[in-house]
């Protein structure tokens, strides 16, 4: 089954707009990586300024090719520009799917 990898950001109020305008901005290369399934930027609604960024893969090799290659890439070009980081600490979480739901149709 499918790995999730959500990153954990703790984002001060005040960049709070900064961040979402940057994951808007971002290039979508995540999007046609190999072993790519599923993307989320979930906003903080009360009680914590902990943005989850939500990311699901085939595989775990399917995300640490992606994080070697075009993810490494990605990273250098916004660090490049040198802009004041929008979160304050990131940690990242690894999950497995081992079950899974969806809607029942019809």
Avoid: C
């Amino acid at each position: 089954m499918s790995v999730v990898k959500i990153n954990v950001l703790t984002v001060p109020e005040d960049q709070r707009e900064t961040l979402e305008k940057r994951f808007a901005a971002r290039a979508g290369a995540v999007e046609g990586s190999d072993g790519f399934e599923w993307f989320e930027l979930l906003r903080p609604v009360e009680g914590t300024d902990t943005y989850l960024v939500y990311t699901r893969w085939r595989t775990e090799e399917d995300f640490q090719r992606w994080m070697a290659g075009r993810g490494q890439a990605a990273h250098a070009r916004a660090q490049g520009d040198k802009p004041r980081p929008a979160a304050t600490d990131a940690t990242l979480w690894s999950f497995e799917v081992v079950q899974q739901a969806a809607p029942r149709q019809g």
